[in-house]
């Protein structure tokens, strides 16, 4: 599939590839995330993307709600620790009316105050449910640990404390910061033809005009010190993070580390720890291992649920799974099987026209460039045993492994 790309006058980035389909994945994402709040404006992005949708200056929160769905569309948003993404999925004949209403809550946001104090506590709600998951909570304390006194220990969802102090001039102010065209992608994935993404996107979102000059730049992810933390938390069951920092998103070994990854604890119930501490043991119903890549840096995890009396168990067995990477490695037979799964994992994946959309937004934000699903499987391929032994002994080594316990 091919791939379309130019930027507006205003410094909007535009990517568009062709799709069969007969919904069309059309986004915004804002180079804003959590990682470029500053102390005072804990949770300030994930607040943003909740206010976007709550006025503009030719549309109510009532209007927006109702632009797509009167259409069957779809209009949702998510924040990261590193970007904000406003997205829609609608009918073909529809993508004009979704770049229109993406450009104007994106570019023309009002955050009226009456709104701001229904919607504060929404969000306070948010946070006290997922305080209640243990199982989600621990991985946003587990980074806050690898990333100890850096914008990337912040939690997304910020704190109920800074949200009551917040009003329309500190959304405005983070806006003119950040919601620019020029730190913005437009993304497109759809059976649409260029040229009439071309027209639509110049004609609706290249009068928006960039309030500030320039991107604002990130503060780096800090020193990395391993350490071992247990806290107490009122659960039936223990949770457990083990890992340490990972690679950036083009980082020469993040293929590597993501196949090593596969094996080890991913989503296949075929892997290492699954089976060793699920299949054969039956002491946990969820283990997994899992990596994330940021622009810079990365974080390597496993996780796992048990009964208290079982910690030290399956802590020993997640790091001997570890160390037989670190010391064996993968046999040819081993790697060429790890090899095959990934790539088929990879193919299934694209069948998700919403992931892809994503991450084709995404890519193009941070990176400027988008790697096709053929690109990846060669550098799969690349792959080789000696390779791949250098990356597990750079990022499994136990001497450098955080561990983080509720209990």
Same mark, same amino acid.
Not at 141 to 163: M, S, V
Not at 382 to 389: E, I, M, S, Y
């Given at each position: ?9 205003? !410094? ?27 102390p005072e404006q ?30 069957g569309g779809d ?129 609706? #979102? ?19 010190? =391993? ?20 690679? !950036? ?17 991913? =989503?296949?119930?075929?892997?290492? #720890? ?55 490695? #993968? ?21 998700s026209f919403e ?53």
């Amino acid at each position: 599939m091919s791939l379309n790309t130019f930027t507006l006058d205003n !410094g909007l980035r535009v990517i568009h590839m062709q799709s069969y389909a007969h919904v069309v994945y059309s986004g915004i994402i804002v180079n804003a995330g959590t990682r470029n709040e500053k102390p005072e404006q804990t949770g300030m992005a994930h607040f943003m993307e909740h206010m976007s949708f709550k006025g503009t200056g030719k549309r109510s929160a009532w209007h927006i709600l109702n632009r797509m769905e009167t259409v069957g569309g779809d209009l949702n948003a998510f924040t990261t620790k590193e970007d904000t993404v406003f997205y829609c999925a609608s009918l073909e004949r529809d993508f004009e009316r979704a770049a229109e209403l993406l450009g104007d809550i994106v570019f023309d946001s009002t955050y009226p105050q009456s709104e701001i104090e229904k919607e504060v506590g929404v969000i306070v709600d948010e946070i006290r449910s997922y305080q209640d998951s243990p199982s989600e909570l621990i991985f946003d304390d587990f980074e806050a640990l690898l990333f100890h006194g850096t914008p990337l220990a912040g939690q997304i969802l910020g704190t109920e404390e800074h949200l009551l102090t917040y009003g329309t001039r500190n959304a405005q102010d983070f806006a003119c910061s950040f919601y620019n065209p020029s730190n913005a992608v437009f993304f497109v994935y759809g059976d649409l033809d260029s040229k009439r993404v071309e027209r639509v996107a110049s004609r609706y #979102l290249s009068h928006y005009a960039n309030r500030v000059a320039g991107i604002p730049e990130l503060e780096g992810p800090g020193i990395y010190c =391993p350490q071992c933390v247990e806290m107490h938390k009122d659960t039936h069951q223990a949770h457990v993070m083990i890992g340490s920092r990972g690679v !950036g998103g083009r980082h020469e070994n993040r293929i590597g580390l993501y196949l090593l990854n596969n094996v080890l604890g991913g =989503p296949g119930m075929n892997s290492r #720890l699954n089976l060793s501490m699920r299949e054969r043991t039956g002491l946990v119903y969820n283990v997994e291992s899992n990596v994330s890549s940021y622009t810079d840096t990365g974080v390597f995890c496993i996780y796992f649920g048990c009964d208290l009396k079982d910690i030290e168990r399956c802590r020993r067995i997640a790091v001997k799974e570890l160390d037989r990477l670190c010391q064996d490695g #993968l046999s040819d037979a081993q790697l060429r099987a790890a090899k095959k799964q990934l790539i088929g994992q990879m193919g299934v994946s694209t069948d998700s026209f919403e992931n892809v959309a994503l991450g084709l937004g995404k890519s193009w934000l941070h990176y400027g460039d988008y790697q096709m699903l053929s690109q990846l499987t060669e550098q799969i391929k690349g792959l080789d045993r000696g390779k791949l032994l250098d990356i597990a002994q750079d990022i499994f080594n136990t001497e450098n492994l955080t561990t983080l316990i509720y209990k």
